[in-house]
Nanobody
Framework: QVQVVESGGGLVQPGGSLRLSCAAS????????MRWYRQAPGKERELLAG????????NYADSVKGRFTISRDNARNLVYLQMNSLKPEDTAVYYC?????????WGRGTQVTVSS
């Protein structure tokens, strides 16, 4: 069974950094494209970043480009989202999503709060 679990969220001051992790289980993560999303209260879920199975190709939403970096360690079945220069508007629940032609899985999310 395909499963992903996020961790690393928390409270951080504006301008600070956090690194989120997404742990994959039940499948070799290299066979899945991985994405990070977020959802703030009252807003739709927003795609932030994606990374190909081999980690060669990445893409970002304009809202986070230059501040967030997605990466993966397929040997450890982990995907990361390094978040720098955080702003209050980055406050949201952050989700990891894994998918390929055969299966997909969402994590339950991890809360990120940016506040002084």
């Amino acid at each position: 069974q395909v499963q992903v679990v996020e961790s690393g969220g928390g409270l951080v001051q504006p301008g600070g950094s956090l690194r989120l992790s997404c742990a994959a289980s039940g499948f070799p993560s290299s066979s899945f494209t991985m994405r990070w999303y977020r959802q703030a209260p009252g807003k739709e879920r927003e795609l932030l970043a994606g990374i190909s199975g081999a980690g060669i190709s990445t893409n970002y939403a304009d809202s986070v480009k230059g501040r967030f970096t997605i990466s993966r360690d397929n040997a450890r079945n982990l995907v990361y989202l390094q978040m720098n220069s955080l702003k209050p508007e980055d406050t949201a629940v952050y989700y990891c999503y894994a998918f390929n032609y055969y299966a997909s899985a969402w994590g339950r999310g991890t809360q990120v709060t940016v506040s002084s």
